[in-house]
């Protein structure tokens, strides 16, 4: 539990005020008033467990928060498993196949249903396979393994070659987002749920973990600066579009540029006035409750009972 709250307490204080900007748009008002559950549900974190499993959210993005909370549930455990284990490539290997489980799962509906996957899809399969946490676990535990088995393959192949690999991922990613058009519903799943791009990520951060094994303190700064800030822009990207589009139509500003520019300018504010001061205030006191279990031995042999060992 401890583990939970630390990890959620970096993402929970954006997360409550991206419900604010969410309720300045009256339809979210509306939905509240008629789904009061789904609002509850979502403060919880629990709305992807719920039907329609994330298909009507408040904040869209926010179903990677309830996928995230229930991972972190099992992390401590799932942890000392990913640690003991002998054979970290098999079990990626292994993971990859599984993925396939549900995406082949889902073409072969067609012969027990006699209607086609499609239809199914469309009338809330598709919801499920995207958020509920039970269609996600092997993703996140896929990056738990890879994690393990680049600190293994550190050292074993040249930068030139680490970054080749890199590029070349990099690439392909880029060429199929641009060149190839939104498939169905069903090849979705295929590309949603792991089987043909699993690989593709895999190498791309190998390659980024293995190239920036030593990074200077710089290169660090900056990474925590951009993630804080990305994180910032995820959350909040929708409810500012829906704040923002009005406002800059009426000033004759319209497209999906300015849009997105006048969002990344209000989430980097919003990372530096809000969210990296919450931040300070919560390890501070993070750290004042570590010097008094430091100072009780009672305190921390009952905290030791509850963290995961490494």
């Not at 300070?280 to 009972?305: C, F, I, N, T």
Request: charged fraction near 10%; hydrophobic fraction near 50%; proline fraction near 7%.
């Amino acid at each position: 539990m401890p583990f939970m709250l630390k990890r959620l307490g970096t993402l929970y204080p954006v997360f409550l005020l991206s419900l604010v900007f969410t309720l300045a748009n009256p339809i979210s008002r509306e939905l509240v008033q008629e789904k009061p559950v789904s609002f509850v549900s979502t403060i919880l974190l629990l709305q992807s467990w719920i039907r329609p499993y994330g298909e009507v959210l408040l904040n869209g993005p926010s179903w990677y928060l309830c996928s995230l909370a229930a991972f972190y549930v099992v992390f401590p455990r799932w942890l000392q498993q990913v640690q003991r284990c002998s054979q970290p490539q098999l079990f990626l290997v292994i993971l990859w196949g599984i993925s396939w489980i549900v995406p082949a799962g889902t073409a072969a509906l067609s012969l027990v249903t006699g209607r086609s996957a499609q239809v199914d899809l469309n009338s809330g399969l598709m919801s499920f396979l995207d958020f509920h946490p039970a269609c996600n676990w092997q993703l996140f535990l896929f990056g738990m393994l890879l994690a393990r088995c680049c600190c293994e393959w550190h050292g074993r192949w040249s930068k030139a070659v680490l970054s080749l690999v890199g590029t070349g991922a990099l690439s392909f990613l880029l060429l199929l987002f641009a060149l190839v058009s939104c498939p169905g519903p069903l090849m979705k799943v295929f590309f949603n749920k792991g089987p043909f791009l699993l690989p593709v990520y895999a190498c791309l951060l190998t390659s980024l973990a293995l190239c920036n094994s030593s990074p200077s303190a710089m290169f660090t700064a900056a990474s925590k600066w951009i993630s804080g800030w990305a994180w910032c822009l995820y959350i909040l990207h929708v409810p500012l579009f829906y704040i923002l589009r009005d406002g800059l139509d009426k000033h004759g500003i319209s497209g999906p540029l300015p849009l997105a520019a006048f969002a990344a300018l209000v989430s980097l504010i919003v990372y530096v006035v809000y969210d990296m001061p919450t931040q300070r205030l919560l390890q501070g006191q993070r750290h004042h409750s570590k010097e008094e279990v430091d100072v009780d031995p009672e305190a921390k042999k009952s905290q030791s009972l509850c963290e995961p060992t490494s």
